[in-house]
């Protein structure tokens, strides 16, 4: 898959290396972050595992089942923008979620270590009316319940209000 001339990390920027990264998973049954950092090495480009952390994050790769069961990495097609079916949602749930508990408008979500993001991945991209939001861990992920019956006030909607007004977004809709 090598291209004329090495490629190099300082000559090859995070777009082209996402694209070539893109290209792998689609070429390769890569299960883990260290084979993909090999897979990119073969190609000319030194990478860490890190970088190829967010690279994946960035790209919404998911870990899904192979032919054989294995895990491996892919990337739905417009991840950002493609509604999850609950059928994936479904499936995702049931491989990797091993406890739910839920408080006042949180719901805490259990995994085995190092499966938070799967499952925070598959759940954001459901586009669920009643999420806010989610916050993944190693194994554990917080899941923020949206009430739209219940208007948020006091602290967190002064707050929400700075922050908006830093990253230059327009003032909350009132409900």
Known sequence: MS????RTASRMGRTQRQHLITQLLDAHRVSSQEQLVELLAAEGVTSTQATVSRDLVDLGAIK???GAGEPVYAIPELPH??????EHLRRVFG?????????????VLRT????AHVV?????????????????????????????????????AAL????????GLNPREER
């Open 3 to 6: 291209t004329a001339g090495e």
């Open 64 to 66: 899904v089942r192979a």
């Open 81 to 86: 923008e493609q509604r999850a079916p609950d």
């Open 95 to 107: 491989d990797w979620v091993v406890q739910v508990a839920a408080t006042d408008n949180l719901v």
């Open 112 to 115: 085995p270590p190092g499966s």
């Open 120 to 156: 925070g991945s598959a759940l954001d991209r459901a586009a669920l009316p009643s999420v806010a939001g989610t916050v993944a861990g190693d194994d554990t992920l917080f899941v923020v319940v949206a009430d739209p019956d219940r208007p948020v006030t006091g602290p967190a």
């Open 160 to 167: 929400a209000d700075h922050l908006r007004d830093l990253a």
